[in-house]
């Protein structure tokens, strides 16, 4: 481990499922070092989960990952993020419909920036094929989901997970023009 540790922020449909697959994909050694689920992106301070639900707040369920660079990309996070989630449908994931479920990267810094509008338009051209809802902004504040939904589906193995969220296929680097 470099010691240098960097944030990803993002949002995905129910942040259950979202923290639920980047840990099992990412954890155990393999570059995430620690992700919690909250809110984000919206006009309302500390935020419910109800008022979140509600779509009042303007927030997104999100999850924000702390990352070790030196095992873990960012651009490689923000590949398993399109893999993960229809990226096509806007305020929705499956059966999760309302701004809460949108589709987000909340970048942190202008690096992170210009890496989020470069895969997402790479994936939106090469692989969906079509123009994607996913927002690229600046992460604002962020507020900590109540602690019953940190680790939900850990805690909760035959808790609801959204049908929408999967795997997708490993998307091919020769495909998408990235570098190694």
Not at 41 to 53: E, I, K, W
Not at 78 to 106: C, K, W
Request: charged share 15%; proline share 4%; glycine share 10%.
């Amino acid at each position: 481990m470099s010691g240098i540790t960097q944030q990803a922020t993002v949002a995905a449909g129910c942040f259950w499922g979202v923290e639920h697959l980047f840990r099992k994909h990412f954890g155990s050694g393999k570059g995430l070092l620690d992700a919690k689920v909250g809110y984000s992106g919206g006009q309302t301070s500390s935020p419910s989960y109800r008022a979140v639900c509600s779509g009042n707040t303007g927030h997104a369920e999100a999850l924000q990952m702390t990352f070790d660079p030196s095992i873990v990309t960012y651009q490689q996070l923000l590949e398993f993020f399109y893999r993960m989630h229809d990226a096509t449908t806007l305020n929705r994931q499956g059966p999760d419909v309302g701004t809460q479920y949108r589709s987000v990267i909340f970048t942190h810094g202008d690096e992170q920036q210009k890496i989020a509008e470069s895969v997402t338009d790479k994936v939106s051209k090469q692989w969906f094929k079509q123009p994607v809802s996913t927002e690229v902004v600046p992460a604002g504040q962020w507020w900590d989901a109540e602690e019953y939904h940190q680790l939900y589906l850990n805690k909760n193995p035959a808790g609801y997970e959204c049908p929408a969220q999967y795997v997708a296929p490993e998307l091919s680097h020769r495909l998408m023009g990235f570098g190694t």
